[in-house]
């Protein structure tokens, strides 16, 4: 199940990697899971994805902007101040999750103030507000999004989707490369015109106030929102529960969708083969998945059976949404113990900040449980030689 990709990506890509090549391998996956049956490719998941229902003022694209009030800020200090601690682990390391001086340093940098060094969320807004940011209404949810066009003609337009516990936040170093590819040491044919959504129920986005927002459903309203974008042809990748989605629009044959690219591409057997019969990466993989669903799959199956009863603690505690959300990075990350040597502090903490801004622990968790009743196709993957 999902881990997000949490490496940055690299300041500049693979001068081999045109966007060319991307849309030779690309398109390869897309026309594997365009084959499927017609039935499907309507419902990946098992089940059918609810029709979308427009009203006549869903196509307004809306400007958004998001500035955190004042007494908003206070209020998450004055929460964290009054933070009533455990006592500390009575096993070494991260065995039992995130120990208590780890968890006291990083809210100790949270709430300190910006001006000695401390946490700075306005930074992170102003970050914001340089991108092009908008809502718009589908299927009766309003949909936050950012897109940034390219100033090179002919880009072309592609759809980034994030998963948990990311936001939209986790692509904003790829924008600049994608959309400005010469300033970054690239070929202007190689530009895109990129779109960033924010899943339903995460960010921005409106909290679903009724059942059935899988990755299905999302789907389908991603290539709406395409559409009404003026694109008519375009390519989109994700990660995590992106993957799942961005599978989604392939197998329903989004009108317009040319090729997908996914970072959680994986085929896991029904019968794994003993282990005389696995090669060292195998062996290597299948070690990997066992100490996942041992040892490090908790969030899974919480969020998956009991995502209301773990949003009390996400909304009404900012430290206990920070120790769910850092757990989650440091086994991302390579299970260090100092996920911060592999991403910043301030990074993790814009993400953490924004779940807790916008009230989103519980809404996010239940896509789990609404992928779990949906039967989630796992992301196909295969493998392409570039022609």
């Excluded at 986005?205 to 009724?210: E, H, I, K, V």
């Excluded at 929102?225 to 994700?238: E, I, K, N, P, T």
Aim: glycine share 8%; with cysteine; proline share 8%.
């Amino acid at each position: 199940m999902p881990l997000m990709p949490l490496m940055p990506p690299p300041a500049r890509p693979d001068a081999a990697c045109t966007r060319r090549r991307l849309l030779l391998g690309a398109s390869a996956l897309l026309a594997t899971l365009g084959d499927r049956t017609h039935a499907q490719a309507q419902a990946p998941s098992g089940v059918a994805a609810p029709a979308l229902v427009l009203r006549d003022d869903d196509a307004a694209l809306v400007p958004f902007n998001h500035r955190a009030g004042d007494d908003e800020l206070a209020d998450l200090k004055r929460r964290l101040a009054q933070t009533r601690w455990p006592e500390a682990e009575t096993l070494p390391g991260w065995a039992q999750g995130v120990p208590l001086a780890s968890m006291q340093a990083l809210v100790r940098h949270w709430q300190g103030d910006a001006s000695s060094g401390g946490y700075d969320w306005r930074r992170c807004e102003a970050a914001m507000a340089a991108w092009p940011q908008f809502k718009t209404r589908i299927d009766g949810l309003g949909v936050h999004f950012m897109h940034v066009r390219s100033r090179h003609p002919n880009a072309l337009p592609i759809m980034l989707t994030h998963g948990w516990p990311s936001t939209f936040l986790l692509f904003q170093d790829v924008i600049g490369p994608l959309t400005d590819p010469v300033a970054h040491g690239g070929d202007a044919a190689d530009a895109f015109d990129v779109v960033i959504p924010s899943l339903p129920g995460f960010g921005f986005s409106d909290r679903p106030g009724a059942a059935g927002w899988n990755a299905a459903r999302t789907a389908r309203a991603w290539a709406v929102l395409m559409a009404r974008l003026g694109y008519g042809r375009y390519v989109a990748q994700g990660g995590d529960w992106g993957a799942f989605v961005t599978t989604a629009m392939a197998q329903q044959q989004a009108t317009g969708l040319a090729a997908i690219h996914l970072n959680f591409a994986q085929t896991i057997p029904d019968r794994i083969p003993p282990k005389s019969r696995l090669t060292p990466d195998q062996t290597k993989a299948v070690a990997a998945w066992k100490a996942f669903r041992e040892t490090g799959s908790a969030y899974l199956q919480v969020q998956a059976t009991r995502p209301q009863t773990i949003g009390y603690a996400l909304l009404d505690s900012p430290v206990a949404l920070a120790a769910w959300i850092y757990d989650i990075y440091d086994s991302g990350s390579g299970r260090t113990g100092k996920p911060e040597q592999r991403i910043p502090l301030d990074r993790m903490l814009d993400e953490i900040t924004l779940y807790w801004l916008s009230a989103t622990g519980a809404s996010s968790a239940r896509l789990y449980q609404e992928q779990a009743k949906a039967g989630a196709t796992t992301p196909a993957a295969c493998r392409c030689r570039w022609a």
